[in-house]
């Protein structure tokens, strides 16, 4: 059971938008913690896609954006590619327990 | 910038194992550094961190007691030794770094070692 909730799975067709969540608690996002994205290839190590909530490492396509609000935040992929086609994960931090990293379950993204 | 880990195999369940991440490229000691796992198919752990420029750890309650991260900024490495193996710590073990504080993204990521325990 993972601190922070993801849709296990979510999919579109080549050109649609699609979005991911990412709910947590009032001890890390609510928290005021900052929500970080990752894209993960098969047999690959995770990949930064948004830092700080909605910031773009140089590289990374601005067909990806982040966004949170509350307790939550959600990752949108417009003009969806092939290539996408990867599991995305989300992370912040706990300040339960002393202070702890929390990722979410993981997002498998298909494309259609 | 690279980050290469090492010590990952076969162990038995309850045995030892000590996995190392050797760091080129920047300064551990500037750095929060932790161990990342992911058991086959499943989705990505937190096990355990360490301060870059003090001796605080934190570790998942899942790990806490049984395994021990360290560092030597002297030789640009972290190590996590691994006591009392479980079946269920059988995954990929990553160390990745984050800048700054131990809230922000991981901006380097390892290749990854596998630790498998099984009879």
């Known amino acids: 059971q993972s601190v922070l909730t993801q849709p296990p799975s979510v999919s579109g067709a080549p050109g649609q938008r699609v979005t991911i969540s990412c709910t947590g608690s009032?001890?890390?996002?609510?928290?005021?913690?900052?929500v970080h994205w990752y894209q993960q290839l098969p047999g690959t190590a995770p990949k930064l896609l948004i830092f700080?909530?909605?910031n773009r490492p140089s590289g990374v396509p601005d067909r990806f954006s982040g966004s949170k609000s509350g307790t939550s935040a959600s990752l949108a992929i417009t003009g969806l590619q092939a290539e996408d086609e990867a599991d995305y994960y989300c992370?912040?931090?706990?300040?339960?327990?002393?202070?702890?990293?929390?990722f979410g379950g993981g997002t498998k993204l298909t494309v259609l | 910038v690279q980050l290469v880990e090492s010590g990952g195999g076969l162990v038995k369940p309850g045995g030892s194992l000590r996995l190392s991440c050797a760091a080129s490229?920047?300064?551990?000691?500037?750095?929060?550094m932790s161990w990342i796992r992911q058991a086959p198919g499943k989705g990505l752990e937190w096990v355990s961190y360490?301060?870059?420029?003090?001796?605080?750890?934190n570790y998942a309650d899942s790990v806490k007691g049984r395994f021990t991260i360290s560092r030597d900024n002297a030789k640009n490495s972290l190590y996590l030794q691994m006591t009392s193996l479980r079946a269920e710590d059988t995954a990929v073990y990553y160390c990745?770094?984050?800048?700054?504080?131990?809230?922000?993204?991981?901006?380097?990521w390892g290749q990854g070692t596998l630790v498998t325990v099984s009879s």
């Open positions: 990745a770094s984050q800048a700054g504080t131990v809230d922000r993204n991981f901006d380097y």
């Open positions: 490229g920047f300064s551990l000691s500037d750095y929060y």
């Open positions: 360490s301060s870059g420029k003090t001796t605080y750890t």
């Open positions: 009032s001890s890390n996002i609510g928290a005021g913690y900052d």
């Open positions: 700080g909530n909605s």
């Open positions: 992370q912040s931090y706990d300040t339960s327990l002393g202070g702890k990293v929390v």
